[in-house]
């Protein structure tokens, strides 16, 4: 194998991560305070604009009969997508036993609760009674009112609470081991805290055979639901009778949208981090080569599916929803919707190239492009079937107010903000992980070198086989 | 209670009275709840008017006075306040039903811009003055002024309000009343005095098989909009009759026919001598005409009809052939047609069509009049508002009173009435809203809306029966500084006449009026005067018997002239008229001001409405703003683009531009009557409403089109289905 | 909904499109309205504002598409390539439909908006938290939220004092739709009541109903099989219940049909075919 090839360099010696990945942790500098500003700025923002829109209603979202959801909807699952690829990369990868996941998975996890926290705000924000939210939780209430249980609305706040519930204990659980290692490198209040979250981890065996046991379970649970969670999502769309929204393949379209969007996601955070905390030797090459691989057939899968309800709307004939159609691909939306089937589709295949997937440079700007696709994936499922549905009489069109778009802005200030705070408190490598990869991949070598010896011995004999050099 | 089945409802009602019934009387009580179950019980703690019950809607009659038709109302009043209003059942001209200006009443009443106290000019403004001090300085100038310099602009008015002015004008020795109302038909009503002796024919719309309209918008906007459109249903029931409307622009009316033809604006006159031309020459109906009249409608072959009017030659013969196929047949003309200089000629061709189909006698019966001629309509008409703009030029008047008119809105520019106001020293303004022309006058005297006032309607087109129509409060004044309109025109009375002394209000005067009626007028009303005044009050209207003299056809020989061309104002200027916001005394009304106009769908504003092919040209679409330029000025107003229109026309419907008039109406689109030529009709004097010649440029300016509606089309998606005639005549036919 | 309800009445649960609602109704509100008579003239669009408390929204709001009324007439032209539309527009007034399987009921995650035994979608304003799917999912579009605040600019004093005090004005974040008069029907029921007697045909009408200068608008009962309305509705054989394709009208000239019966959603307006003639 060469060195080329190797997801990380397996002669980091422990120290050294635990060094490494200490460092990313230090004191801030001068860019993260910036770049921290900026975001509480944007966050003000939204929050300025919530508090508008609270005082005087949706009408300050420019809201109207045809569209009576617009982008927050839309929003919404962007976020929601995006928390797909932190289980993805940490639960099913860590069940098939793929490697490459280690070191990259711990921050795909933490933005998968942030995305959630994030997503969570949305459907609070587009209520227009947000006072009254809990009424759809099933509280025990004297006057014996429940929300109503068929409302995809209902099952959307079970599964989104379950999720980010899971998902959060998902990511403090994998932490364990790491926190000991911060309690032991960390001094003051951090070593309370870090003491605490380590839940007395000594390391011992017991101890790790029920950790690796506890994981599994969690990894085994999360599993099924990420995928229900944005098959429930999809239902807010599904289970309606709106051409465009009543769509068969919803679910597993929103399930492979959410995991394309949150591997596009993974590759930016990916670059990001790689570049700012200096962990080239950990976020390899290699380990971007494979999630890029990963996020091509991803890619792929989203377009089979849209070809597929292109398709299926196509030879329905019904009047509803093929004329949706056209009218995506033909009328007042048809920019964005070539838009988003050119990041979505075709900018992708920047991915099949090996020497661009080592290009850090133009990896980020297909990761963003990628992204903004899938943003305007979503835009083009929520909107274009409210501006024409069934009734021409209500036919509009509508790009949103500021108000929208300043809270829409605002959501990535919070997101980037929940983020930057996390990696100065939490390891965004996981270190036990990566010494486990670095000890495997130091026996497989070793078995390898063996291996080679004894077969290069049984070569030597081959080659002195007559005929075979003459052929 | 044992034989009723009781709901969950029922059953807390009955808890809830047994219970807390008696705390919760003071509070706002739902209607549902019965009194007269739990009065022992209920003791409330403010005691209210003794006719007030709380939570019970009481309904009373009255009149709407939105529009001149005289629909009959009744008005639902609950803890005193009238809350809504509903068609009196018991009404002929409108049997139950009611239009939105008539449902939009209330918003009238209830406007919260009108004027709340008497004002005087004092300097350049109005000041506020006390009812004593306004009428002794009225009567002062009613004393100091000769009777002759003293002039009434009013709007159509009939019943005792009618009286009451006629009664002061003549008892200050005045004989200038103007009646002036910007949508009439006082060019139809002059043809039908003329050419079959009565100037209000009742139109049997409900009897005829074919109406052929000419620009009469009776749907919408033409004398009697709900009775019409109630005849309209019985009309297009049964054998379904079939409507041909004939128009520059389309109306509601329009919208509804089964051929809709725009044919060249002021050719409409000779393409009814066109079809009547054509059934003559056919053999189909010759013996209602003599010789003369014939031979003078050969000229009018349909070729040459067709390349006057534009509308093509198959067309013409098929609207002929329907006429002969489908008796009985209906002709009738509107404003497009009466608005022409020419425009009695042409509605005289219409009447000529109807003589000779025989419809006169049938489709067009007498019409009744009601028998006291004092209190027949004053119909208003623009004649009136051209001699009061020439009387105002020629410094003929010193003191003048306006009532139910705003001519500083509604007169061209053309005509100067607003510049030449100042010629009169004193003008009194009798209104209820600061219209233009309350602000331009020395002296404004707040009315009673008529909701809070009395009044007596006498409507001018009378249905099956003669009738009359009692107006009476629908609850107490709002404003303590306002006075009804007959209580004023008492006061002013007495400054020279002491016959009206005996009564104390203008309640008084109808009340022994109405009693004192010949018992011809009321023989519907049985018993003592007190009864039969209250019968009177509970049934709203007065339905006495009907009166049916013969019509004898008068025709005569007709020269429809045509319409030159203008090279410098090459197209037609239509000032629309909209059942909604009506020659603009509604534009206050929010609700009118939201319900979009009934064929462009536009609300709150002015639009220009233009065909196609002529946005085509100018290179123009929805919401880009153009100018529509007259000799007499020009106004800039937004595009509609559709394709119910003349191309050689643009129409800007009346209603908006107001300068004055509260906060809904004021500074809101553009008033196209402002730009209209001074063309009168030349055999009647009218004002030519629809003979002003414009150009139309294009400005640089656009804004979103605020009107209702995404797509203009079904997109085929079947909401609103078609079938044929014949279908519905083979499966409904027989009703 | 026991699993054993659901074996045992496996064939109901498997029928083609569900029938929805209650299924013991008392009453079932319904109209007919002949787009032959309607003329488009929107009285009974603004009787609705009269009686149902309905804001003003001012030309910038409707602009944005935020009016409020419930009951609009819409207005088509033809697809024709003629110079003219010599057949005229097309109105329908567009309002709730009331359906008996309603799309807006089961989507609404606080169950503000149901099935009375009525047959009529009631709206539970003060239920409501305005998440606004009931609408999104109206293939009719007739639902109406307050995206505002409306009452504090459409009735300034002393516009207010027309209020209808049967029924509340609406603050913003809440739905609101057409609700056949409920305040009415509230009314007419509770006289009948108080006077022990059924509730008749006629004892009452909507407003529009009432407004509309042509009859083009018939109310009633379903259940009352001599109903005015119920007579139109077997007359121009239109049934309740889903769309099915097995059940041919006798008389395929006749002229009832529902908008959008294809989706299954069993409105309770049975609009009547508008009326052209062919040859002109």
């Known amino acids: 194998m060469e060195i080329k090839d190797k997801i990380i360099d397996e002669n980091l010696g422990w120290q050294r991560i635990n060094e490494d990945v200490i460092r990313s942790m230090d004191a801030p500098g001068k860019y993260y305070w910036i770049t921290f500003a900026v975001c509480i700025a944007m966050v003000l923002c939204a929050v300025a604009a919530e508090i508008y829109q609270y005082r005087m209603g949706m009408g300050t979202v420019g809201l109207n009969n045809p569209h009576m959801w617009d982008m927050y909807i839309a929003t919404f699952v962007f976020w929601i997508g995006m928390s797909h690829a932190g289980t993805l990369l940490s639960a099913i990868l860590h069940i098939i036993h793929a490697q490459w996941r280690k070191p990259i998975y711990r921050f795909a996890e933490a933005m998968t609760t942030f995305s ?192 597929i309800e292109f398709a299926s709307t196509w030879y329905g004939h019904n009047t509803y929803d093929k004329e949706l159609l056209i009218n995506k691909a033909n009328g007042p939306y048809a920019h964005i919707f070539w838009l988003m089937l050119f990041c979505g589709s075709v900018a992708p295949f920047a991915l099949a190239f090996q020497k661009l997937r080592r290009h850090m440079p133009t990896m980020f700007a297909v990761s963003l492009i990628l992204q903004l696709g899938m943003f305007v994936e979503r835009w083009m499922i929520v909107a274009p079937t409210l501006s024409m549905a069934h009734n021409p009489h209500q036919w509009d069109v509508l790009y949103g107010s500021i108000i929208e778009w300043a809270i829409v802005f605002g959501s990535f200030g919070w997101f980037s903000l929940l983020f930057l705070v996390f990696v100065k408190l939490f390891p965004s490598v996981s270190m036990y992980e990566v010494k486990e990869l670095t000890f495997h991949l130091k026996h497989e070598m070793e078995e390898e070198k063996e291996a080679a010896a004894t077969s290069s011995k049984s070569k030597a004999g081959a080659v002195g086989k007559p005929g075979l050099e003459g052929a | ?227 019409f459109a109630g005849e309209y249903a019985k009309f297009r029931s049964g054998q379904r009759g079939m409507l041909v409307q004939v128009e520059p622009k389309m109306t509601l009316t329009g919208g509804n026919a089964d051929l809709w033809i725009a044919a060249n604006p002021g050719t409409e006159g000779a393409l009814a ?8 020459d056919r053999g189909w109906n010759k013996e209602n005409v003599p010789g003369t009249v014939k031979q003078a409608l050969a000229a009018y072959d349909v070729d040459t009809v067709a390349g006057l009017t534009g509308v093509p030659a198959t067309k013409i013969q098929r609207i002929a052939s329907l006429f002969s196929e489908r008796a009985p047949s209906l002709a009738i003309a509107g404003a497009t047609v009466e608005g022409q200089a020419n425009g009695y000629d042409a509605a005289s061709a219409v009447m000529l069509l109807n003589i000779i189909m025989g419809n006169i006698g049938n489709t067009i019966e007498a019409g009744n009049k009601f028998p006291e001629r004092a209190l027949r309509a004053k119909s208003g008409n623009t004649g009136d508002l051209v001699k009061f703009a020439q009387g105002l030029e ?272 004021k500074d809101r689109g553009v008033n196209p009557l402002k730009i209209l030529d001074a063309v009168s009709e030349e055999k009647t004097g009218e004002l030519a409403l629809y003979a002003t010649r414009v150009k139309v440029t294009k400005t640089n300016k656009s804004e979103v089109l605020v009107k209702m509606g995404g797509s203009e089309t079904q997109l085929g998606r079947g909401f609103v289905r078609t079938v044929s005639a014949d279908q519905f005549r083979r499966t409904e036919g027989e009703a | 909904m026991s699993l054993k309800n659901i074996l045992e009445n496996f064939s109901d649960f498997r029928r083609d499109a569900e029938v929805g609602g209650h299924h ?176 008749q045909d006629q004892d009452f009408v909507t407003a529009c109903a009432q407004a509309c200068p042509t009859n083009a608008i018939t109310f009633g009962d379903t259940l009352d099989p001599n109903s005015k309305v119920s007579k139109a509705w077997r007359k121009h054989q239109v049934e309740r219940g889903p769309y099915t394709h097995k059940k041919p009208k006798e008389n395929a000239e006749l002229r009832g049909y529902r908008v959008f019966e294809e989706l299954n959603v069993d409105p309770s307006i049975m609009y009547l075919e508008r009326v052209r003639e062919t040859e002109v």
């Not at chain 2, 001598?273 to 003559?280: D, H, K, S, T, Y």
């Not at chain 3, 609705?48 to 207005?75: D, S, T």
């Not at chain 3, 009931?134 to 109406?144: A, G, H, I, Q």
């Not at chain 3, 809440?174 to 007697?197: G, N």
């Open chain 3, 24 to 199: 013991d109704y008392e009453h079932r509100w319904a109209m007919s309205i002949d787009l032959n008579l309607c003329i488009g003239c929107n009285a009974c669009s603004t009787a609705c504002y009269a009686e149902n408390n309905l804001g003003i929204v001012g030309k910038e709001k409707f602009e944005k598409g935020q009016a409020m009324h419930w009951l609009r007439v819409e207005r088509y032209w033809d697809e024709t390539d003629g110079e003219f539309p010599e057949q005229g527009a097309s109105f329908v007034p567009m309002m709730c439909q009331q359906c008996g399987a309603a799309t807006c009921e089961p989507v609404c995650p606080v169950a503000a908006t149901y099935h009375t035994p009525d047959g009529l979608n009631a709206q539970v304003y003060n239920r409501c938290i305005g998440s606004r799917y009931c609408s999104n999912n109206c293939p009719f579009r007739v639902r109406y939220f307050n995206f505002w605040s409306y009452y504090e600019q459409s009735w300034p004093e002393p516009l207010n004092q027309q209020l209808n005090p049967d029924l509340s004005v609406r603050d913003k974040g809440v739905m609101e739709k057409c609700t056949f008069c409920v305040q009415r029907i509230r009314t007419a029921k509770d006289t009948a009541q108080r006077e022990k007697r059924q509730l």
């Open chain 1, 116 to 307: 959630l926290m994030t997503a969570g705000f949305f459907p609070m924000i587009h209520l227009g009674r947000v006072w009254n939210l809990y009424w759809v939780l099933p509280y025990v209430s004297d006057r014996g009112i429940w929300p109503n249980f068929r409302s995809p609305l209902v099952w959307d706040a079970f599964a989104i609470s379950t999720y980010l519930s899971a998902s959060a204990l998902f990511l403090v659980i994998g932490m364990i081991p790491d926190m000991a290692i911060l309690r032991d490198h960390a001094k003051g209040w951090r070593r309370k805290a870090y003491g605490i979250l380590a839940l007395g981890w000594r390391g011992d065996d017991r101890q790790w055979r029920v950790f690796r046991k506890t994981y599994m379970l969690m990894a085994c649970f999360l599993i099924p639901l990420a995928v229900s969670v944005h098959s429930i999502v999809s239902s807010d769309f599904a289970m309606s009778i709106m051409p465009g929204w009543h769509v068969t393949t919803f679910p597993p379209y929103f399930v492979a949208g959410a995991l394309y969007s949150g591997c596009a996601a993974i590759m930016t955070l990916f670059i990001i981090l790689r570049y700012f905390f200096r962990m080239e030797e950990y976020m390899t090459l290699n380990i971007m080569e494979k999630t890029c691989k990963l996020t091509f057939a991803i890619a792929m899968v989203w377009s089979y599916l849209n070809i």
């Open chain 2, 394 to 665: 020629d410094k003929k008047f010193d003191l003048l009173f306006f009532s139910n008119s705003n001519p500083v809105y509604t007169a061209p520019d053309a005509l100067r009435v607003k510049e030449n106001l100042s010629n009169a020293s004193f003008k009194v303004a009798l209104t209820q809203h600061p219209d233009e022309t309350a602000l331009a006058a020395d002296l404004v005297l707040p009315l009673y809306s008529s909701m809070e006032d009395w009044g007596s309607h006498v409507p001018a087109y009378q249905p099956e029966k003669v009738s009359l129509s009692i107006q009476q409060p629908l609850m107490e004044p709002l404003y303590k500084d306002t006075r009804g309109f007959g209580d004023v025109m008492l006061s002013l009375l007495k400054v020279k006449s002491n016959a009206y002394n005996k009564f104390p209000d203008y309640y008084s005067y109808l009340k022994t009026a109405m009693v004192n009626m010949p018992e011809s007028v009321r023989s519907g009303l049985k018993g003592s005067r007190d009864q039969m005044w209250t019968n009177l009050l509970q049934n709203g209207v007065l339905n006495a018997g009907s009166n049916t003299p013969k019509l004898t056809p008068k025709p005569r020989a007709i020269k429809a002239a045509t319409v030159s061309k203008n090279s410098e104002y090459p197209m037609h200027l239509v000032p629309s008229a909209r059942l909604g916001l009506w020659d603009g005394r509604h534009a206050n009304i929010p609700w009118l001001q939201e319900a979009p106009d009934q064929i462009s769908k536009v609300v709150w504003g002015s639009w220009a409405e233009l065909h196609p092919s002529t946005a085509g040209k100018l290179g123009v679409q929805n919401g880009d703003f153009i100018r529509v330029s007259s000799a007499s000025g020009s106004i800039e107003t937004q595009v509609y683009v559709h394709k119910g229109i003349h191309p050689n026309v643009v129409a800007v419907p009346m209603g908006q531009g107001h300068s004055a008039y509260g906060r809904y109406a």
């Open chain 2, 273 to 280: 001598l066109g079809v009547a031309n054509f059934i003559l």
């Open chain 2, 1 to 227: 209670m044992n034989d009723i089945k009781v709901n969950r409802r029922g059953f807390l009602k009955a808890l809830g009275w047994g219970g807390a019934g008696t705390a919760l009387t003071a509070c706002d009580l739902p209607t549902t709840i019965t009194l007269e179950e739990g009065k022992e019980e209920v003791v409330a703690y403010v005691v209210p008017e003794e006719y007030v019950i709380p939570g019970i809607g009481v309904w009373y009659a009255s009149t709407c006075t939105q529009c001149d038709a005289g629909c009959g109302l009744h008005g639902r009043v609950r803890e005193g306040r009238i809350l809504k209003v509903e068609g009196n059942p018991d009404s002929l001209i409108n049997n139950g039903s009611t239009c939105l200006m008539g449902q939009a009443g209330v918003q009238n009443h209830y406007n919260p811009d009108r004027v709340t106290q008497p004002m005087m000019r004092k300097g350049a403004g109005l000041q506020p003055i006390s009812w004593d001090d306004a009428m002794a300085e009225l009567s002062k100038r009613i004393k100091s002024t000769s009777g002759s310099k003293i002039a009434w602009v009013s709007g159509s008015v009939s019943g005792h309000q009618s009286v009451l002015i006629s009664e002061f004008l003549s008892s200050v020795g005045s004989k200038n009343h103007f009646a002036h109302e910007t949508i009439n038909s006082s060019v139809w009503s002059q043809v039908c005095a003329d050419m079959i002796g009565d100037a209000e024919p009742r139109l049997r719309l409900d009897k005829a098989q074919i109406i052929v309209s000419f620009g009469a918008d009776f749907l919408g906007t033409w004398k009697s909009p709900v009775h």
